[in-house]
DNA sequence: ATGAGATAATTTGTTTGACAAGTTGTCATC
DNA sequence: GATGACAACTTGTCAAACAAATTATCTCAT
């Protein structure tokens, strides 16, 4: 027989002194900039030793909560989209490499940009056509450097979430790009297919300069799969 | 003038030790389940004092790489979404508490479940429909029931989320559910409005039977505007 | 031999104390 | 009043010890 699997879970100290810092924000109403005990304090108050307070805090800024530096006492962290999808590249990596998650990931990352060259469709300004254009400009002339023309590649994509003018979507695709660059080149761009992969941004242009949201993301999702198509021929046929 | 802000960066020891102990995993090939060194080894081994170990496990582990027991040795991390997705709560909660984020993760969202919808439409079964017929008229006959309502109402999205077959979508909607709850629960669904609700889950439903793609897209993020849009109301009228 | 239970060894969790290294506030000096 | 040296914090790291949990070992009855 197994042993009681229900009951209580013995948990750890620094856990609990973790939702006591976290309430202590929350109901103090601390702000970004703002300073917390420091360590010789809450370890009077909470009666604890020195460890488990450091746990605690270790914690919580690993999670973006509270920044700590050498002889600094510890404040509540600027609020960083940035930082959290940082935070998550070393566990995506693990994820990549011990599950068979690339193909789901390259689903996200095409539904994620489509959605965002629908919005960009429907939300784009001329500016926004100009800057488009003159990055689609640069990338025709250094069809020959292939360094800059994926760095160029990389901008036009950007750009794009830029004009979604939602963080959200504009930090979580350069995330996703990045963790599948780290993977392989090969996933994110394609080389010898420059011509190719003008057009298809020539497409995507189009379609946003015109303002049909189904044609940007349909053109948007093409160009993606097509990246996708090439891998899995290279790799399994 | 300020102090040089190039040069090099004076890194944590922890820092150092983590890096080790990341090419150690992927250079030794160590997969999902196999025991790390013990602190003592790596203290030996690296030359360095407990602490700095301990809180580079300890960061691992927050990112989700190893499983820290206590009295057990550390082992490789069996890769789960589930908790990397979880364990952006707390730094998500920080956001959303601090910045005006909030409009951006709901129309993160309606994308979200809106592609989801897209995708359900293209690869449901019949069995599929089913079960979602089966949520839908189990909902009605809840309607008097709010917060049984409210459960099967989760269900019924979550089973789209299921039948879409990406663990990413899945996953990533299941927690900006949460999170969106955790602030106000208004937010993601009203009351008194279960009749239009149960309208709207119908038209998502036969869209997606009817396998039509774009409808079913237009449906679901039609019936999550409405809720945004009965907020702001509320709030800002 | 084999299996089960007690026992010993190993490992992480926590405390205490101490010192090094960096930051911040104070205060005399110009 | 601005500046720079200095003192008072604070976090970073090490060390030694014990508590608590797990894992390996060994004994013993079957």
């Keep these: 027989m197994m042993s009681l699997p229900d009951q209580i879970k013995p948990r750890k100290l620094a856990d609990e002194v973790q ?19 420091s360590e010789r304090e809450l370890m009077a108050r909470y009666e604890i030793g020195r460890p488990a307070i450091r746990e605690a805090m270790q914690a919580l800024q690993h999670r973006g909560v509270i920044e700590i530096r050498h002889g600094g006492r510890p404040r509540v962290a600027e609020p960083s989209l940035d930082g959290l999808i940082g935070q998550l590249g070393t566990g995506v990596r693990h994820l ?4 068979s998650s690339m193909d789901h990931l390259k689903e996200a990352r095409a539904a994620l940009e489509a959605e965002m060259a629908r919005i960009a469709a429907r939300r784009r300004t001329e500016v926004d056509i100009a800057s488009l254009e003159a990055l689609l400009a640069a990338q025709e002339l250094s069809a020959e450097e292939p360094e800059k023309f994926l760095e160029i590649d990389g901008k036009f994509h950007r750009r794009i979430a830029a004009i979604s003018a939602n963080p959200i979507f504009e930090t979580l695709a350069a995330g996703v790009f990045d963790w599948l660059r780290d993977f392989h080149a090969e996933a994110v761009r394609k080389r010898g297919l420059e011509q190719l992969t003008l057009t298809e941004h020539r497409a995507i242009l189009d379609a946003i300069a015109a303002g049909d949201e189904g044609a940007a993301a349909k053109a948007m999702r093409d160009h993606l799969e097509r990246a996708n198509e090439l891998y899995h021929q290279d790799h399994f046929q």
């Design 96 to 99: 990549l490499a011990h599950t």
């Design 19 to 37: 939702d006591r810092l976290l309430r202590l924000i929350r109901e103090d109403g601390l702000g970004p900039g703002d300073a917390l005990p």
